[in-house]
């Protein structure tokens, strides 16, 4: 079992959807990353949160410790969302390495 | 604009060459990673670094090696490139601590 599970593997939503991508986890961590790729490679750092909430425009990121759960919100989704949307946690031990998702293919349709 | 470069975006090497790929960072940062990204597998560590001329293996080191001479620079060499190397090659910084990632554009190695 891997030790940072996403889901949906895939989502297809219409503009304007509000989104939910999930992040389960299962070490201990100091803190979560949401990243996002978009096509052609690069990787775009979102957030970094090891408790509560934090909000950048559109997107919003949530964890919970105890239930070791995280979840990033989109709202008034927009094609230029549509991308690849990853979950890394840096373990407790070992704290400057990350542990990847699988990643979320999210594609917003006009 | 701070940022993580890479070398090259695409590059076709042949099987048993020696292949460098390289990755410069202008924050200053003293963590500096490289990953391979493969469909199906995610994101994989090769090797990281914490400090000038201090490596660590990750989890596929593999047929891999990494030099870093100066802060800035940190060097992923294929020492006989295969074609189970072909892969998107991402390099990324951070400071000590738990602090945010920068990220590299990638590099798309496609051995033949």
């Known amino acids: 079992k891997n030790e940072v599970e996403q889901s949906p593997q895939n989502l297809t939503a219409q503009e304007g959807e509000f989104i939910t991508i999930n992040c389960s986890y299962s070490v201990g961590i100091s803190a979560l990353h949401w990243l996002q790729q978009h096509p052609g490679g690069g990787i775009v750092s979102l957030f970094m949160?090891?408790?509560g909430k934090k909000k950048h425009g559109r997107l919003i990121a949530t964890i919970n410790i105890q239930e070791k759960h995280s979840s990033l919100h989109i709202t008034a989704s927009h094609p230029r969302d549509s991308a690849v949307y990853i979950c890394?946690?840096?373990?407790?031990?070992?704290?400057?390495?990350?542990?990847f998702g699988q990643g979320t293919r999210l594609t917003i349709n006009p | 604009d701070v940022k993580v470069t890479q070398s090259s975006r695409y590059l076709v090497k042949r099987t048993g060459e020696k292949v460098f790929l390289e990755c410069v960072q202008d924050m200053d940062h003293e963590n500096m990673f490289w990953y391979r990204q493969d469909p199906g597998l995610g994101l994989r560590l090769i090797y990281f670094?914490?400090?000038?001329?201090?490596?660590e293996k990750g989890d596929i080191p593999e047929g891999y090696s990494v030099s870093r001479e100066k802060k800035e620079r940190f060097s992923l060499i294929l020492e006989s490139a295969s074609t189970n190397q072909t892969s998107m090659y991402l390099c990324?910084?951070?400071?000590?601590?738990?602090?945010?990632?920068?990220f590299g554009s990638g590099t798309r190695l496609t051995v033949v």
């Open positions: 990324a910084s951070s400071l000590l601590g738990d602090y945010g990632y920068t």
């Open positions: 670094s914490y400090d000038v001329k201090m490596k």
């Open positions: 890394a946690v840096s373990r407790v031990q070992g704290a400057q390495k990350l542990v």
């Open positions: 949160l090891s408790s």
